[in-house]
């Protein structure tokens, strides 16, 4: 590889969340030292989640399947949906396991600073599956920011008439 090939690495790593250019070349560096044993790894496993990783066309998660696991579930409870800021909140319930309802991502929260607005975010999937199925409750677990209020409010008004703990 040569330093430019190296450079090039160190500058895509760092543009992963929470990795700087210092923390990239460490990564870099670590994997070079491990060349043989960890590159190909790496690189396989890119390449699985590249060709076999889709996005649940109900709840918007990540899975080989779409409907995902979750949502094609005959155990989970059907009546009760989660509504999650991004998949890693997901992740997080899931890990708990105490949660055993659907889930629904929205991709964000609505924010006038950073311009998001509700056609950003997947309300409009949300409410398709409010009519669509038998849903009774509905647990709004996004951040507790003023952002996140500001969705849970809007979220809220929308769901107003409807018939939904």
Known sequence: MSDQSIEQLIKIISKLPSLGTRSARRIVLHLLKKKDALIPQLVDALQDVKEHIKVCEICGNYDTES?????????????????????????????????????????????????????????????????????????LALPATVDGQITMHYISSLLKDKNIK
């Open 67 to 139: 409907p995902c696991s979750i949502c094609s579930s005959a155990t989970r409870d059907k009546n009760l949906l989660c509504i999650v800021q991004d998949i890693n909140d997901l992740w997080a319930l899931e890990r708990g396991g105490l949660y055993k309802g659907h889930y629904h991502v929205l991709g964000g929260v609505l924010s006038a600073i950073e311009g998001v607005t509700p056609d950003d975010l997947n309300i409009g999937g949300l409410l398709e599956r409010i009519n669509k199925e038998q849903i009774s409750e509905i647990i």
